[in-house]
């Protein structure tokens, strides 16, 4: 009982704010953690509660957590009824891919894997690595990224 009030403890005030989900593909996080946070917290921002309704929060605070962090793993049935507050509200899928092999034999079937198992929100952020001087790989990595843009987005909804 004690170590469940302590977890309950940790639960009640981290509540405050929003958490976001980090699933890093291609080891990106170190690179741009801190352009994500500088961005927190989230202005004007339009959730959907529980029964789908938008609610608008002028000032959003939000935590980033790496998918592997334990924080995030499965708790006990009862204690993820008890904390649906605690669960991400999205998932930002970091990845980067330099040419279009790579992408259609290691990236897609990875995405599509993780993107179908994930219950929430999700989103996809592409890194390039391309110098911007060398054209030949921008070039590739604009390619890459609309084969992205055309596997995971759909008519309704821009991934």
Known sequence: MAN???????IKGSSDHLVVA????????????KGFEERIPFKRACLNNKTRNSV???????????TTDARLR???PQEQSLFW???PYATVILVTCEDLD??????????KL??????????????SKAHPSNDQATKMAK????KLEVEFSSKKRER
């Open 4 to 10: 469940f009030l302590a977890q309950f403890q940790t």
């Open 22 to 33: 980090v699933e890093d593909v291609s080891d990106l996080w170190p690179t741009v953690k």
């Open 56 to 66: 608008f929060v002028e000032n959003l605070p939000a935590e980033f957590i790496l």
């Open 74 to 76: 499965s708790r006990f």
């Open 85 to 87: 507050f605690r669960e």
């Open 102 to 111: 790579e992408f259609k034999t290691i990236l897609k079937p990875r995405l």
């Open 114 to 127: 993780i993107v179908q198992n994930d219950e929430r929100e999700w989103f996809i952020v592409f890194v």
């Open 143 to 146: 390619k890459v990224y609309a």
